[in-house]
């Protein structure tokens, strides 16, 4: 399977999700860009996959940084944003999914594994 680049992956993860940011909300247009957001940011091991990969504006990728998943979707709701959290699960279960099928990501796994069961027990 070809590789896509990043500005294919960002194109194809609006047409997957819509073209909103998945912290807050927002609508995308010229003044609100959209960024690629790796759920499971690469500082803890999530690979540049399409599968790893949301929409998110400037403001929100940037103020996260390197925070887990579900502290800076506890923040985000603090702030009074409505993150798309059915999303985050979708691709949380899909990127387990493809790093079964493809192996590897050594680094991801606990992480991921942890931020989900974290969503999962939030939700509860």
Known sequence: MAQLDRAERLAAALERDGATCVWCG????????????????????????????????RRCNGER??????????ECERRGWHPDVPRLERVLVDLKRAI?????????????????????????
């Open 26 to 57: 927002g609508g995308f247009d010229r003044l609100s860009r959209p960024t690629t957001e790796h759920v499971v940011p690469r500082a803890k091991g999530g690979p540049s996959w399409l599968e790893n990969e949301v929409a998110a504006c």
């Open 100 to 124: 079964a099928e493809r192996g590897g990501q050594r680094r991801a796994r606990p992480e991921l594994a942890a931020q989900l069961r974290r969503l999962r027990r939030r939700a509860a």
């Open 65 to 74: 940084g390197h925070r887990a998943l579900v502290e800076w979707l506890d």
